[in-house]
């Protein structure tokens, strides 16, 4: 593949690019771009009447041109009126979790802030798991998967003590959790055992109502308003109740189980109430490649989605509802989709042990 391409040569790959849409007779301009960590996204203004799907169809030849796998083009680039091409930089940028987490500015204005990577333009994604409230994370690659969930419980362990936040870590390999075994957010040690996350996640339904209980005792509506309420520094009247985020890293392992449907009425169940009560889940995959593992139930009760590369756009409609996360890189790229935003390309921070 062709070198980085460097902020001098953005011009050039600009002309190019107009270059090809006037050889297709296509009346549209380049008229500008944002320079991402793995891919430049350049903004084509068409002129009226002409669509957008003619820039589609251009698609393998401009990857042909920069020498490139592939191109994503948008159609449009989501709350704009342009189309975006993205064209992969020719190297792999990575980027450092902690010099994003101290580059706090965005997440200060959120109740639970992930940081997850950086977008275009070097501007920082973060995501308010608050709002989320939910995640469905999925890609082909267990090291992609496992780098998202390590981006989001660093961020977690950096942001809150362990007074007010505590976790919830689930997966059948050893090696994945392992290096968070003792830290005090941990309501419990790591788990590995699938019939011991089916039983936590029916003990954590009981939480759920036993909070609720707690929360109309006071007329609250939300752990937030009752955190506000009841938090008196350095006396013993303080009585807040931490946040909750339970981690599912191998959705498919827990569906082995005879007992799964009961898992699953009790995951979608924290996924229908748990917001008001403080309780979240992330539920990660790497098989994203069955409706018998990302049920209909699982997607409708988990709003906010992460894609990394799948192998083909089934497998991203899947998991999106929507084609693009085939396009994707690797290593860390990835497509964000909040219910409450429009889907943001990003590269995946990076988390060293």
């Given amino acids: 593949m062709n070198e980085l391409k460097s902020k001098v040569s953005i011009p050039r790959m600009k002309k190019e690019l107009q270059s090809i849409l006037d050889g297709e007779k296509i009346r549209g301009e380049v008229v500008g771009c944002a320079n991402g960590p793995r891919v430049t996204l350049f903004r084509i203004s068409l002129e009226p009447g002409v669509n957008v799907k003619k820039v ?11 020498n490139v796998p592939s191109v994503r083009v948008l159609a449009p680039i989501p709350g704009t009126k342009f189309v975006g091409v993205e064209i992969p930089n020719g190297r792999e940028e990575m980027v450092d979790l902690r010099r994003l987490l101290e580059d706090g500015d965005r997440a200060k204005q959120m109740t639970i802030p992930l940081v997850l990577g950086k977008g275009f333009s070097g501007k920082n994604v ?23 969930l390590h981006a989001m419980v660093t961020s977690l362990l950096y942001r809150f003590s362990p007074e007010s936040m505590q976790l919830v870590l689930f997966h059948p390999q050893e090696n994945v959790f392992d290096r968070y075994q003792g830290t005090p957010h941990l309501s419990m040690p790591v788990i590995h055992d699938v019939s011991q996350m089916i039983e936590t996640l029916h003990k954590t339904v009981i939480e759920m109502e036993d909070r609720y209980k707690i929360l109309q005792s ?18 013993p009247q303080s009585t807040t109740l931490p946040w909750k985020i339970l981690f599912i890293g191998e959705l498919a392992s827990l569906q082995k189980e005879k007992s799964w449907n009961d898992a699953e009425i009790d995951i979608c169940r924290i996924a229908q109430k748990g917001r008001a009560a403080g309780i979240h889940l992330v539920v990660a995959t ?25 192998n083909n756009v089934n497998e991203s409609q899947l998991i999106l509802d929507r084609s693009g996360a085939e396009k994707l890189l690797g290593g860390g790229d990835m497509l964000v989709m909040p219910y409450y935003t429009p889907i943001v390309r990003a590269q995946c921070a990076s988390c060293k042990e």
Avoid: W
Avoid at 56 to 66: D, S
Avoid at 289 to 304: D, E, F, V, Y
């Fill in 218 to 235: 006071v007329k609250a509506k939300s752990l937030r308003e009752y955190n506000e309420r009841n938090n008196i520094p350095n006396t």
């Fill in 56 to 66: 589609e169809r251009c698609a393998k030849e401009i990857a042909a041109t920069f």
């Fill in 126 to 148: 973060v995501i308010d798991l608050a709002l989320a409230p939910h995640i469905l994370l999925a890609g082909v690659d267990p090291s992609e998967v496992s780098m998202g």
């Fill in 286 to 310: 790497q098989y994203p490649t069955s409706k018998n593992i990302i049920t209909g139930l699982i997607k409708a009760n988990l709003p906010m989605r992460i894609a990394f590369r799948v």
